[in-house]
């Protein structure tokens, strides 16, 4: 097979949603948007372009999403998802297609990178993913000399997609290591429950976003003290762009790390460290966040991870010779050196203003 790049992805998202009584599946909402809208900001980073597989509410998906290209399965009467990838082929000028479905908004951010390595090495038909548990066949990067074979047994009655893969040559691959990416919205309850869970575990997020030579370690080091002065117990989520070793070369822990153990836990008296290997890919957000869900904190601090769909608090100074961010959707303030007509504007040296602003937002 040749070089895979410029992989196109489809969001299958034509099923008649059964379980959830016949409602677009990829139109409920979840944090405030729609399901599908959270794929999109998964897949986007990773593919060329993204199409929607719909078969009902076409109005209603332009409406939410006009720049995404849409097609219809040719076969009628709601075939499944085998349908819905043939018809990608019949539709898409693609070699390679990504294929996820309508109800699975946490995809990892590595998903087309592992999918096509592991299609590459195993000179494979198809890559489908498994989270250690469990397969996920709807989430599969796919070969277009699948087409015929697929066309044959779609002809013959079959609907069955795990073991259509079975007949071709397709490959597992190992997502184990992110199995919350792949939790899905099949129920009503589904959404309800993460809602509930969510709100019950997970404490806030908030971003301090801003350039490099803002000042984001200097203000999070003043104003982690003020909140916790308030009885706020803070978290902080820090992103390097450098490669940091935490573990001391040449230590206990450090050999037996090297040897291979993963992850690594060290443990003393006054605190303990989980350390995970992750080579060559990015940590997924929603796996990060996850580690702070059986904690007693009230808010988690994120520097960095500016484009993750979180609130955020933008930093911007006069000397930075690079212009002020728009705002996005998660802004909730900015905080500048300099005087801005904005709403929430605060003082970036006032670390007071703002950790009063940030007490309002975590207790209203």
Known sequence: MEQINQISAVILAG?????????????????????????????????????????????????????????????????????????????????????????????PANLESKLSVALMINQAQIAYAHDGERAHPTIALIHRSVVAPLQAYLTKGERRLFHFFQTQKSIAVDFSEQKAAFQNMNTFEDLENFHFIQQQSTPKLLGITGYSGTGKTTLLEKLIPKLTACQLKVGLIKHSHHNVEVDKVGKDSYRLRMAGA????????????????????????QQLIANFAKTEVDLVLVE?????????????????????????????????????????????????????????????
Request: hydrophobic share 40%; charged share 20%.
């Open 15 to 107: 099923g008649l949603a059964r379980r959830m009584s016949g409602a677009e599946k990829g139109l409920q909402m979840l944090n405030g948007k729609p399901l599908i809208a959270h794929i999109i900001e998964r897949l986007a980073p990773q593919t060329a372009q993204i199409y929607l597989n719909i078969n009902r509410s076409q109005a209603e998906y332009q409406a939410h999403f006009p720049a995404l290209p849409f097609y219809c399965d040719r076969l009628t009467d709601f075939q499944g998802p085998l349908s819905g990838m043939l018809s990608g082929f019949e539709h898409i000028a693609s070699e390679y297609l990504l294929f996820v479905p309508c109800d699975t908004p946490f995809l």
């Open 262 to 285: 993963n992850p690594t836990m060290i443990v003393c008296e006054e605190r303990w460290a989980l350390m995970m290997e992750t080579p060559k890919q990015a940590v997924d957000f």
């Open 304 to 364: 960095g991870f500016k484009h993750e769909s979180i609130a955020k608090i933008q930093l911007h100074r006069q000397a930075i010779e690079r212009p002020l961010p728009e705002q996005d959707q998660w802004t909730i303030a900015t905080a500048t050196d300099y005087p801005l007509e904005r709403e929430n504007w605060l003082d970036i040296n006032d670390v007071g203003q703002i950790a009063d602003f940030i007490l309002q937002w975590v207790r209203g």
